[in-house]
């Protein structure tokens, strides 16, 4: 069963930035589209970024020009560059395929104020 783990998020001040891993333990990490998600308490997983297996990316609205997602497929690894971080973005930070066909991991907690 694949699993994956994030790490790096923590608590940053505003304008502040983090840098997201995913470890994908699956086999075919390099031809398949990933993507970051996030949750709120009370609120739906949204997708923030995604990448194809070609690297064409998408990032929602509200993240865009600020936040920007990376593969490494030797190390099956997918990262998310979050600058100019603000409150909003506070939540925890999911990896996964997209769409998610995978059990979610554990994620990592963004929190993000003054």
């Known amino acids: 069963q694949v699993q994956l783990v994030e790490s790096g998020g923590g608590l940053v001040q505003p304008g502040d930035s983090l840098r997201l891993s995913c470890a994908d333990s699956g086999s075919i990490f390099s031809m398949i589209a990933m993507g970051w998600y996030r949750q709120t308490p009370g609120k739906q997983r949204e997708l923030v970024a995604a990448?194809?297996?070609?690297?064409?990316?998408n990032y929602a609205d509200s993240v865009k020009g600020r936040f920007t997602i990376s593969r490494d497929n030797a190390k099956k690894t997918l990262y998310l560059q979050m600058n100019s971080l603000r409150p909003e973005d506070t939540a925890t930070y999911y990896c996964?395929?997209?769409?998610?066909?995978?059990?979610w991991g554990q994620g990592t907690q963004v929190t993000v104020s003054s």
């Open positions: 996964n395929r997209n769409p998610p066909l995978v059990p």
């Open positions: 990448i194809t297996s070609g690297g064409r990316i």
